[in-house]
């Protein structure tokens, strides 16, 4: 055994022998081309990335979204942990996530708590309390062994067909991206969570989804600095840790490589000219947009010439088949001198962190003051988009001889259901007789029929859309505008992506939530009745 690489034991007398801690210089080439790469794992899929983790090839994991409960995610990230404690280096792995929300993250996932969508926060417009939601939220990561977030999305949505982005985005304007975004990394950071904002050099103004297509963003170079650079410069400025590359295409900067494996953007752009020091992370790299030019393999090399650090290999491969593909593709005399840099990045990243010394600190819980906040941000997001002829609030006629009836039919994917429970409660509270129906995300026959009997002789009708980016669900639209035409005194809520707005012209009362958790629903409901003003501000330009 390698005398510097002797672990963490336990003695059979039940003392504890502290190991020496690794020595960088004493890695092999091949263990430092491991440190850079990540692989995706779930629950179900962990045996997939065992043997690479076990074999010293594999540096970090990318705990993937998922129904799991909170103990599930820990079981799993300590079982991880004790698989890297086998292999020959004893060297830790850098556990991270994708905890953004929006088309990312649900109720569910991880058994983490809902975190608001950026444009959500956004809207609220509450730096203080933006910082604050993340720096709660970080700390429950930092309870479960997390160590790195991909997150905030710094993408200025300025195209409204994007089909990606949509309310992971703060919204259009470039000001309070920038804002709001620094809110996030300096919350992240303050718990003791590496921040790596996406999608360099922006992922905002495209029409095609990077997991399928090659998207363009034909934008100038003027523009690209003015709109969609801006914030990276703040974040770069604010010393955010990371940032993740977009395997997009931008011909103002490079007209034949998308950023990903493109040194004028990497090197010229982000590292002389915005002087960003930190880690560089490729996205995914099993996305279309990355496998159109390249096996996953190939692609790896690529990144390392572009000048990529930590390289994201995928979901559902076995790294250490790729590790071998990428070792074999490997130029040593070419690109040892880039391999060598970026382990030695991501070493002295877990050196800092305290992974090496494997000390483990005690964080209380705070999920009750993280409830707290983002029921304060709910409230101040939810935007009143028109009301056309000032019917708000709605309030019960006291000389009625029967309770007010009100029917709100939300269309959304079952995993929401728990979250719509508390849209009933303030009207309850003021006397009002309420029914719920939960249509499908696509409704059929059968929801139209239930929406409609759930609508008879109702007083105030709700209907909620639920939109994930651009892309319109036609069988939604008909729905919801044909309702909106047969009744009278309806409010409409958008409760995910706003851009979904203009598809109703005809709808005289419009609420935007921007995501779905019980706390906005009821204070939608707070706003329709008069308890709320609302404070929510439009992120985006809908026109």
Request: hydrophobic residues 40%; aromatic residues 8%; glycine residues 6%.
């Amino acid at each position: 055994m390698n005398k510097l690489f002797v672990c963490l034991i336990a003695l059979v007398t039940g003392t504890l022998t502290l190991c020496a801690q690794p020595s960088f210089e004493d890695l092999s080439f091949e263990e430092k081309l491991g440190q850079t790469l990540v692989a995706f794992v779930d629950v179900d899929s962990a045996e997939l990335v065992r043997p690479a983790i076990e074999s010293g090839k594999l540096g970090g994991v990318l705990i993937q979204w998922g129904n799991y409960s909170l103990e599930e995610t820990e079981k799993l990230i300590t079982k991880l942990q004790g698989w890297a404690a086998n292999s020959p280096h004893k060297i830790p792995l850098l556990i991270a996530i994708d905890y953004e929300s929006g088309t990312v993250h649900t109720p569910i996932t991880l058994g983490f708590d809902y975190l608001p969508t950026n444009m959500m926060i956004s809207a609220a417009d509450d730096e203080e309390s933006a910082a604050s939601i993340a720096y709660l939220s970080g700390l429950e990561l930092k309870r479960a062994g997390i160590h790195m977030n991909f997150s905030p999305v710094l993408d200025v949505n300025s195209n409204p067909h994007n089909p990606i982005i949509g309310v992971r985005s703060f919204g259009s304007d470039p000001n309070k991206v920038t804002r709001m975004g620094g809110a996030l990394i300096h919350g992240f950071q303050a718990a003791g969570i590496l921040s790596v904002v996406k999608h360099f050099p922006g992922h905002g103004d495209t029409a095609q989804d990077s997991h399928y297509n090659v998207p363009v963003v034909k934008a100038t170079y003027e523009d690209l600095q003015r709109i969609h650079l801006a914030p990276f410069n703040q974040a770069v400025k604010q010393g955010v840790d990371g940032v993740m590359t977009g395997h997009v295409l931008y011909p103002a900067l490079d007209n034949k490589n998308i950023a990903t494996f493109s040194k004028p953007i990497l090197q010229d752009l982000l590292r002389h000219k915005m002087g960003f020091n930190g880690l560089l992370v490729t996205d995914s790299l099993d996305m279309k947009s990355a496998t159109s030019f390249c096996t996953i393999a190939e692609c790896a090399v690529r990144s390392f010439a572009s000048g990529e650090e930590m390289i994201l290999l995928g979901r559902y491969i076995k790294p250490l088949n790729l590790f071998n593909q990428i070792l074999a593709g490997v130029n040593r005399d070419k690109l040892a001198p880039q391999v060598e840099s970026s382990a030695r990045k991501i070493f002295d990243i877990k050196k800092v962190m305290g992974l090496l010394e494997h000390k483990t600190v005690y964080i209380p819980s705070s999920q009750r003051a993280y409830l707290t906040e983002l029921a304060k941000i709910s409230d101040k997001a939810v935007t009143l988009v028109r009301d056309r002829k000032r019917q708000l609030p709605f309030t019960a006629n006291p000389a009625a001889s029967r309770k007010p009836i009100v029917c709100a039919v939300f269309f959304a994917p079952p995993r929401f259901t728990d979250q719509l429970m508390n849209f009933s409660q303030p009207f309850l509270e003021k006397g009002w007789e309420i029914r719920t129906y939960n249509a499908a995300l696509t409704p059929r026959q059968k929801d139209s029929e239930r929406a409609a009997a759930c609508a008879k002789g109702a007083d105030l009708l709700i209907l909620t859309s639920l939109q994930w980016a651009d892309k319109t669900n036609i069988n939604q639209k008909n729905t919801i505008s044909g309702f909106i035409r047969e009744n009278k005194n309806v409010v409409f809520i958008s409760t995910m992506s706003p851009y979904d707005i203009p598809s109703y012209p005809q709808a005289d009362i419009v609420l935007a939530t921007y995501g779905l958790n019980k706390y906005v629903l009821k204070t939608a409901a707070n706003i329709i009745l008069g308890n709320l003003k609302p404070q929510g501000k439009l992120p985006v330009d809908l026109k």
